[in-house]
Nanobody, 115 residues
Framework: QVQAVESGGGLVQPGGSLRLSCTAS????????IGWYRQALGKERILIAL???????NYADSVKGRFTISLDNAKNTVYLQMNSLKPEDTGVYYC?????????WGQGTQVTVSS
Protein backbone atom coordinates (compact mmCIF):
# COMPACT_ATOMS: atom_id res chain seq x y z
CA GLN A 1 0.00 0.00 0.00
CA VAL A 2 1.01 3.61 -0.49
CA GLN A 3 2.70 5.08 2.56
CA ALA A 4 2.83 8.78 3.37
CA VAL A 5 5.17 11.04 5.30
CA GLU A 6 3.74 14.29 6.60
CA SER A 7 5.96 17.24 7.45
CA GLY A 8 5.98 21.00 7.91
CA GLY A 9 4.23 21.32 11.24
CA GLY A 10 5.46 23.37 14.16
CA LEU A 11 4.65 26.06 16.68
CA VAL A 12 3.20 29.24 15.25
CA GLN A 13 1.52 32.31 16.69
CA PRO A 14 -2.13 33.08 15.95
CA GLY A 15 -2.40 34.74 12.57
CA GLY A 16 0.67 32.96 11.27
CA SER A 17 1.10 30.55 8.39
CA LEU A 18 2.45 27.08 7.79
CA ARG A 19 2.75 24.86 4.73
CA LEU A 20 2.35 21.15 5.29
CA SER A 21 3.63 18.52 2.89
CA CYS A 22 2.64 14.90 2.46
CA THR A 23 4.94 12.81 0.29
CA ALA A 24 3.82 9.38 -0.83
CA SER A 25 6.01 6.33 -1.35
CA UNK A 26 4.65 5.83 -4.85
CA UNK A 27 2.52 7.52 -7.47
CA UNK A 28 -0.67 9.15 -6.21
CA UNK A 29 -2.05 9.89 -9.66
CA UNK A 30 -4.40 6.91 -9.46
CA UNK A 31 -5.95 8.09 -6.20
CA UNK A 32 -9.12 9.98 -7.03
CA UNK A 33 -9.52 11.88 -3.78
CA ILE A 34 -6.89 12.82 -1.21
CA GLY A 35 -7.47 14.75 1.95
CA TRP A 36 -5.89 16.37 4.94
CA TYR A 37 -7.29 15.34 8.29
CA ARG A 38 -6.82 16.90 11.70
CA GLN A 39 -6.99 15.27 15.10
CA ALA A 40 -7.09 17.56 18.10
CA LEU A 41 -6.15 16.19 21.51
CA GLY A 42 -8.94 14.03 22.85
CA LYS A 43 -11.06 14.42 19.73
CA GLU A 44 -11.82 12.38 16.65
CA ARG A 45 -9.88 12.77 13.46
CA ILE A 46 -11.81 14.92 10.98
CA LEU A 47 -11.44 15.68 7.29
CA ILE A 48 -10.67 19.35 6.76
CA ALA A 49 -9.55 19.60 3.13
CA LEU A 50 -10.11 17.43 0.07
CA UNK A 51 -8.83 17.47 -3.49
CA UNK A 52 -10.54 15.35 -6.13
CA UNK A 53 -9.14 14.41 -9.52
CA UNK A 54 -6.29 16.78 -8.80
CA UNK A 55 -8.51 19.77 -9.36
CA UNK A 56 -11.71 20.09 -7.35
CA UNK A 57 -11.26 21.17 -3.76
CA ASN A 58 -13.52 21.18 -0.73
CA TYR A 59 -12.97 22.43 2.79
CA ALA A 60 -14.51 22.16 6.19
CA ASP A 61 -16.30 25.36 7.15
CA SER A 62 -13.80 25.93 9.94
CA VAL A 63 -10.89 26.34 7.50
CA LYS A 64 -12.60 27.65 4.38
CA GLY A 65 -10.94 30.79 3.06
CA ARG A 66 -7.80 30.19 5.14
CA PHE A 67 -6.45 26.81 3.98
CA THR A 68 -5.57 25.68 0.47
CA ILE A 69 -4.95 22.10 -0.61
CA SER A 70 -2.93 21.32 -3.71
CA LEU A 71 -0.92 18.48 -5.17
CA ASP A 72 2.08 17.85 -7.39
CA ASN A 73 1.78 14.46 -9.07
CA ALA A 74 5.36 14.66 -10.34
CA LYS A 75 6.57 14.80 -6.73
CA ASN A 76 3.90 12.47 -5.31
CA THR A 77 3.19 15.24 -2.83
CA VAL A 78 0.09 16.88 -1.43
CA TYR A 79 0.32 20.28 0.25
CA LEU A 80 -1.78 22.21 2.73
CA GLN A 81 -1.15 25.95 2.89
CA MET A 82 -2.53 27.26 6.16
CA ASN A 83 -2.95 30.99 6.68
CA SER A 84 -4.49 33.08 9.45
CA LEU A 85 -3.99 30.23 11.87
CA LYS A 86 -6.10 30.07 15.01
CA PRO A 87 -5.56 28.23 18.29
CA GLU A 88 -8.39 25.87 17.34
CA ASP A 89 -6.32 24.71 14.36
CA THR A 90 -3.99 22.96 16.80
CA GLY A 91 -3.70 19.23 16.29
CA VAL A 92 -1.94 16.46 14.46
CA TYR A 93 -2.40 16.65 10.70
CA TYR A 94 -2.51 13.59 8.47
CA CYS A 95 -3.01 13.02 4.78
CA UNK A 96 -4.76 10.01 3.34
CA UNK A 97 -7.08 8.88 0.61
CA UNK A 98 -10.74 9.76 0.96
CA UNK A 99 -12.29 7.52 2.05
CA UNK A 100 -9.38 5.87 3.79
CA UNK A 101 -10.45 2.30 3.05
CA UNK A 102 -7.04 0.83 3.84
CA UNK A 103 -7.05 2.32 7.32
CA UNK A 104 -3.41 3.33 6.91
CA TRP A 105 -2.27 6.51 8.64
CA GLY A 106 1.17 8.06 8.59
CA GLN A 107 2.81 9.51 11.67
CA GLY A 108 1.24 12.90 11.07
CA THR A 109 2.73 16.31 11.77
CA GLN A 110 1.96 18.37 14.86
CA VAL A 111 0.67 21.92 14.44
CA THR A 112 0.43 24.09 17.53
CA VAL A 113 -1.04 27.58 17.32
CA SER A 114 -0.31 29.51 20.47
CA SER A 115 1.02 32.85 21.62
Amino acid sequence: QVQAVESGGGLVQPGGSLRLSCTASESISSINAIGWYRQALGKERILIALITAGIATNYADSVKGRFTISLDNAKNTVYLQMNSLKPEDTGVYYCAAVPNVSGYWGQGTQVTVSS
